[in-house]
Each structure stands twice: as structure tokens, then as C-alpha cells.
């Protein structure tokens, strides 16, 4: 039997499953049965091929790079639209002293709204080198922006919609980070009210001063920086000037002038030397939420004498060809990704890809390094999630074993145990590199006070890492968490926008809400503000009760399936109905009745053509079975 007969995994010696089988999505998701494979099959599958097969891969890999490329550049338009149409929005945010959740809401807000957990923490980073805002706010700031940071690669998953397998898994692997992120608030946040301990460790760690840094700009920004910046570039000032109480409002960097009518940096983006004397507008040009850039000029959608309302509608345009541009590259990447997957077994796709934890980690934070980005680090990984590369969970599970004998002197640990789940360490090592932004940008500050919140935002991932990863049943928390969200997205794709709606916008509006009423400091907000707390808890509550006690949990998935079934069923009306008729004309042809009604003879009942309708109709079925 040749090897492109062989169709079930019972027919192949090692009774694997091969990439592209009719079982592979129901094997992906049961890895504990596929077995392991050797890294000899590893490497006599990746490089012994023939001229033809070498030709196959080359033309894969250039197609993969192109849509890649392109995959990374929507993604930075991505970025710099939402900076445009909330760069106004994000810097009013920023700019006072705040109580912890406000702060926290304010962060990941602020966070989601520029898709950009960098651009956060460096603002947040100099707010507190330029003294805007106090270390402890930054602190709550940037746990915030840890959170929104993880809405980038959740709306990518949304890309894989077509499939259900594959939008099943990507969405879990998106939703790993989401959750760990927003566990370790759970628990650090309080922690951190209460004891402080994240400002006190990286006070005593920093001297009393610092010597100035310069900005780095990582290489893959190098690279997708020459198209994206053609097309729209976002003026990071407006945020910060905002943040920092320089201006009042978007408003004062409108309208946008350029010397002498010529559209290039040096008229129109060049800074005003204030020590001469110059003023913008006259002896300098202006900008606003749309810049140049010194390098490449102006963007295609930058234009002189724009009001605040065109930068607005530029922005709005380009986030919609961004996110077009996004899932085009993504379909194109996940379909050269499975073509070039086809046959492949899966024992040896995991055997490549099983990389102890603690490298994933490595990995995830020296990619982020580079990229300047955890949110593009984790969108790369989740379409490879989708499509069964990386797995949620290893197969294979060894937890940590304790001497007791030993207890107080040494810790037997099964190192393999580190390399269960590789997308969630990956993902934590993104966290632990997107730190670095928030470092350069401290050092930069040149004050002490930056430089501390870049480490608190260090320690604190450090910290939810060292919670909820080294021990097995802390690290199924987060993973069983992802789990279920991913096989709600098989009873309903609602589920991830709805989701993305709820966790980054409505529930922190209404924390925001709930504590501005305080922030009041009279006692009739703060009343109100404890009835609403009142009727929030009783509401949470009310739905615990009725989703544990009052079998919630059952109706809902009901309800679920039900409006599938619905979906599903107005989907192939058609197609039924075209095989209802191609049946009664059988029916028709066998009884030699006529179809239509006015031609049947007069003696005939219609309850009884209808009964020896349906028993010739049981008849052809029962006959085509037997065939």
C-alpha cells in the first residue's frame, strides 16, 4: 500500500496521524494519543526530498514570507490607525493621579485603544520621569496595559472563523494570555495595594540617579517601517503632550501647516527651535495626529491644511484596510501553512516543536525583543495554533515530584514537566519582553522614577509567571480556563466578539464608572457610588446562583446549540429542499402518480397518497442502503 493510499492512521506502521487526515482535528485535539517520534524521522522528514520536493518547499517558504511580511505590516497599520483615532482619547486618560482600579482600567483602556502595550508603558514611563503622575500610579498603569496588550492577537483568531477546529484552537490560544493576565491582576493588584511591595523591591534596587539612553528601534520595525510609513504614520507627541497637560486638547495641533505649501519633514514635522524664537505655524511647520517622518517623508495619508476631522476619517479609513489587509494575509498564511503541512505526521510536527519551557520562554521574550511587540508576537503564534503547529498543551505529562526525605534541602523536579504547554509559555516570554520598551524608554527619562516603573512592570510579570507556571495545577487554571472558551467558539461564533466587547471595553468602562463616582470625594457620589457597588455585586451574585444552582450553565449551552442548529439549518434550506424534490419525483416515477395535484385520479384520498407516499419513500431509502 503506497503511502498516498493510506488514509487512516490504523494503516500507517506507526499509527500516526498525518496533517491533512480526515481524523487530524479530532487527533490535534487529543494529543496525549499521537505518541512520539525521534529526531531521525525529524530530520529525514525536513531535509530528504527530491529536486521536485526542494522546488515545492522554496516556492512555500517565499509565499509564507510574502504573506508574513504583509501580516506584520497590517499589523503595524494597525497600530498606528488606532493611535490616530484614539491618541486624543488615550492621552486625556493618562494625565492625572488616580486610585489603583482607575488606574488599572485606565491602562488597559489606554492599552487597547492604541493596540499597543509599548506605546503605553513608554508613555506611562515618561509621565512619571516628567513627574505628571506619581510611581504608584504607574505601577497600576502598566498591570493595566497587560491586560490590553492581549486584544491584538484575540481579534486574529477571529480570522480563522471558516473553520471550527482551527478558530476552536486559535481562539484558546489566544484567550491563554488574556486569562493569565488577568489572574495575576486578580492577585497582584491587591497585593500590591496592600503592601506595596513591587514599588519597595525596585526602590531598593535603583540608585539615586541615571545616566541617559538612547531609543532602539528593533529590526523587524526596520523592516515593515519603509511600507507602513508610506501609507500613515502616528504622531506619538499628541499622546504624551496630552498626557503630560502640554496642551489642552487635540485641537491646538490643527490646523496642520506646512511651510511654503511643501509636503515633506522639514516643512511640515520639523521641530520649532524655541530658543530662537521661532513659532509654529510661521517659522515651523505643524502637525498633527498625522505626522512625517525624516527618512521617508510624508505618508499618503497625510495632507496640508487637515482639520482634525480628516486625520480622524484618514485614520478610520486606514484601520479598515489594515484590518482587511490582516485577515487577507492571514488566510493566505494558515492556507500556504497547511499545504505545506499536507501528509506531514504529527508525531514529528510536535517532536520539532517540543521545546523545553523555560527556551519557549527564551524564545517568546527575544522575539518580542526584536519586534518591539508582544501583541505581534502572540498574533504570529495564534493562526500556527490554529492550524494544529503549536499545541495549547504537550502531550506527554510529567508533573513535580517532592522528596519529603529532602525536603528542606532539595526539590526533585522532572525538568520535562517545563515543556507541557508551549503557546503559554511562549506567550509569558512575550510578556517578559515587552518589558524591555518600557526599560529603553526609562532610560531615556533619565530620572530614577521611570526607570522604577519599567522594573515594577518587570517584577510584576516575573511574578505572575513564578504563580501560576511552575506548579502543574496552578498552571491548568489558566489553561482549562482557555479551554472552555475555546469550545464555546463550537457552539456559537458570537462568543469571541462578544468576549473582546465584554473583557476590554464594557467591564472596564463600568469599573471606570463605578470609581470616578468616588473620586468625586462627596458624600453624595460616594453614595451613589455604593448603591452601584450594591447592585453590581447583587447582580454577579444572581448569576453565579442561577448559573451553578439553577442549571445556567446548561440553559446557556442550550440556547447555543439551539441558535446554531438554526444557523446551520437556514444554511442548507436550499440544498434540502433541492433533495426533497429529487425525492418525491422518485417517488413520483416509482408509484407512476403524477406530481402535480390536479392530475391525480378522483378516487384516491389525499391522507392516503401521503401514507403510500411516505411508505414507497422508506422503500427507495431502505433499497439504496441495501445497495
Known amino acids: 500500500m503506497s503511502t498516498e493510499e493510506l488514509k487512516s492512521r490504523k494503516d500507517r506502521p506507526t499509527g500516526s496521524v498525518h496533517f491533512g487526515d480526515p481524523g487530524y482535528d479530532e487527533a490535534v485535539d487529543h494529543p496525549e494519543e499521537i505518541g512520539d517520534a525521534t529526531w531521525g524521522e525529524v530530520c529525514t522528514a525536513c531535509c530528504v526530498h ?5 522546488g515545492k518547499i522554496f516556492v512555500g517558504a517565499c509565499v509564507a514570507i510574502f504573506f508574513l511580511y504583509f501580516f506584520l505590516v497590517s499589523l503595524e497599520l494597525l497600530g498606528s ?23 488599572l482600567v485606565i491602562g488597559e483602556l489606554a492599552t487597547a485603544l492604541v493596540q499597543s502595550s509599548s506605546t503605553t508603558t513608554s508613555i506611562v514611563v515618561s509621565l512619571v520621569g516628567s513627574g505628571a503622575i506619581r510611581v504608584q ?3 497600576y498603569m502598566v498591570m493595566g496595559a497587560n491586560i490590553g496588550t492581549s486584544v491584538t492577537n484575540t481579534i486574529v483568531s477571529m480570522g480563522q472563523m471558516a473553520d471550527g477546529a482551527q478558530l476552536e484552537r486559535a481562539f484558546a490560544g489566544a484567550t491563554v494570555h488574556d486569562i493569565f493576565n488577568l489572574l495575576t491582576v486578580l492577585i497582584l493588584l491587591p497585593v500590591e495595594v496592600i503592601t506595596h511591595y513591587l514599588y519597595y523591591l525596585t526602590k531598593a534596587m535603583l540608585p539615586d540617579t541615571t545616566k541617559e539612553g538612547e531609543e532602539w528601534e528593533g529590526p523587524i520595525k526596520a523592516i515593515v517601517a519603509p511600507v507602513s510609513d508610506k501609507i500613515i504614520k502616528s504622531n506619538k507627541n499628541v499622546i504624551n503632550d496630552i498626557a503630560t497637560g502640554k496642551v489642552k486638547s487635540c485641537d491646538d495641533y490643527y490646523p496642520v501647516i506646512c511651510l511654503d505649501g511643501i509636503e ?27 505626522t512625517c517622518d525624516k527618512k521617508r517623508g510624508c505618508p499618503g495619508f497625510f495632507q496640508n491644511g487637515a482639520s482634525k ?28 501553512l497547511q499545504r505545506g503541512l499536507a501528509g506531514m505526521s504529527t508525531r514529528i510536527i510536535y517532536k520539532a516543536t517540543n521545546v523545553n519551557g523555560l527556551i519557549a520562554m527564551l524564545i517568546g521574550a527575544g522575539i518580542t525583543m526584536l519586534v518591539q511587540s508582544s501583541s505581534i508576537t502572540t498574533s504570529v503564534l495564534t493562526p500556527l495554533v490554529g492550524v494544529g503547529c503549536i499545541q495549547l498543551e504537550q502531550a506527554g505529562i510529567q508533573f513535580i515530584t517532592i522528596n519529603p526525605l529532602r525536603y528542606a534541602v532539595f526539590l526533585h523536579i522532572n525538568f520535562s514537566f517545563f515543556s507541557l504547554f508551549q503557546m503559554l509559555p511562549l506567550t509569558l516570554g512575550a510578556n517578559i519582553g515587552t518589558t524591555i520598551t518600557g526599560l529603553l524608554a526609562a532610560m531615556v527619562a533619565d530620572t530614577v522614577d521611570a526607570l522604577q516603573v519599567a522594573l515594577c512592570h518587570l517584577f510584576f510579570n516575573i511574578s505572575g509567571i513564578v504563580i501560576w507556571y511552575p506548579l502543574p495545577f496552578m498552571r491548568k487554571i489558566p ?29 472596564p468602562l463600568l469599573l471606570l464608572a463605578i470609581s470616578s463616582l468616588f473620586e468625586q470625594k462627596t458624600v453624595g457620589f460616594t453614595v451613589l457610588g455604593s448603591f452601584v457597588v450594591v447592585i453590581v455585586a447583587g447582580g454577579i451574585a444572581k448569576f453565579v446562583w442561577w448559573w451553578k444552582k439553577q442549571d445556567g450553565h446548561n440553559k446557556c449551552l442550550t440556547w447555543m446549540d439551539n441558535r446554531t442548529a438554526r444557523s446551520e439549518c437556514h444554511k442548507t434550506l436550499p440544498e434540502d429542499m433541492q433533495f426533497l424534490k429529487s425525492k418525491v419525483n422518485q417517488l413520483c416515477e416509482h408509484t407512476g402518480l403524477l406530481a402535480d395535484e390536479e392530475d391525480v385520479e378522483e378516487g384516491v384520498e389525499k391522507p392516503l397518497m401521503q401514507e403510500v407516499a411516505a411508505a414507497d419513500l422508506q422503500a427507495i431509502e431502505d433499497d439504496e442502503n441495501e445497495a
Request: hydrophobic share 45%; net charge negative; glycine share 14%.
Open 50 to 54: 527530491d529536486a521536485e520536493g526542494w
Open 81 to 103: 490607525a488606532a493611535k490616530v483615532l484614539g491618541g486624543c482619547s488615550a492621552g486625556g486618560l493618562m494625565g492625572d493621579n488616580v486610585n489603583p482600579i482607575a488606574g
Open 137 to 139: 500610579d504607574g505601577i
Open 264 to 290: 515633506d519633514y522639514t516643512h511640515c514635522a520639523a521641530k520649532c527651535d524655541k530658543d530662537a524664537g521661532e513659532v509654529k505655524g510661521v517659522d515651523c511647520g505643524q502637525v498633527g495626529l498625522i
Open 309 to 336: 476631522h480628516d486625520d480622524t476619517v484618514s485614520g478610520g479609513v486606514c484601520l479598515f484596510l489594515a484590518l482587511f489587509m490582516l485577515l487577507i494575509c492571514l488566510m493566505g498564511l494558515v492556507n500556504v
Open 479 to 507: 489553561l482549562n480556563g482557555a479551554r472552555v472558551l475555546g469550545r464555546a467558539t463550537r457552539r456559537s461564533k458570537l462568543v469571541p466578539p462578544i468576549y473582546i466587547i465584554l473583557v476590554f471595553f464594557v467591564i
